[in-house]
């Protein structure tokens, strides 16, 4: 059974930073990939970043240059630093895995989610 369990969400400040982890259980991170997406009050869900089984990472055209994702294998951890924080990041962050060692920016191309972890931006 997979479980996955983000943490770190909370209030931070434009400008600022915050960093939300994801610790999975039931699915390697050495050979599956792992993700983030996000969703605003009253906005869909979307794509934030992924990193595949090898390390290589991709972003969502608003996040890139400001959020890093990483994993670390021994760990079965994943992680997402969010730097230059703006009011429009304010949003419940969801860690998603799959069965598949690539990861993708469609939603309904993963399996596993995590419950989310909330992500306030205040100016």
């Known amino acids: 059974q997979v479980q996955l369990v983000e943490s770190g969400g909370g209030l931070a400040q434009v400008g600022g930073s915050l960093r939300v982890s994801c610790a999975a259980s039931?699915?390697?991170?050495?050979?599956?990939?792992i993700g983030w997406f996000r969703q605003a009050p009253g906005k869909e869900r979307e794509f934030v970043a992924h990193v595949h089984w090898s390390g290589t990472t991709g972003y969502g055209d608003s996040v890139k240059g400001r959020y890093t994702i990483s994993k670390d294998n021994a760990e079965n951890t994943a992680s997402l630093q969010m730097d230059r924080l703006k009011p429009e990041d304010t949003a419940v962050y969801y860690c998603?895995?799959?069965?598949?060692?690539?990861?993708?920016?469609?939603?309904?191309?993963?399996?596993?989610w995590g419950k989310g972890t909330l992500v306030t931006v205040s100016s």
């Open positions: 998603a895995a799959r069965d598949h060692p690539y990861g993708s920016r469609s939603i309904a191309d993963w399996q596993y």
């Open positions: 039931g699915v390697s991170l050495s050979n599956s990939a």
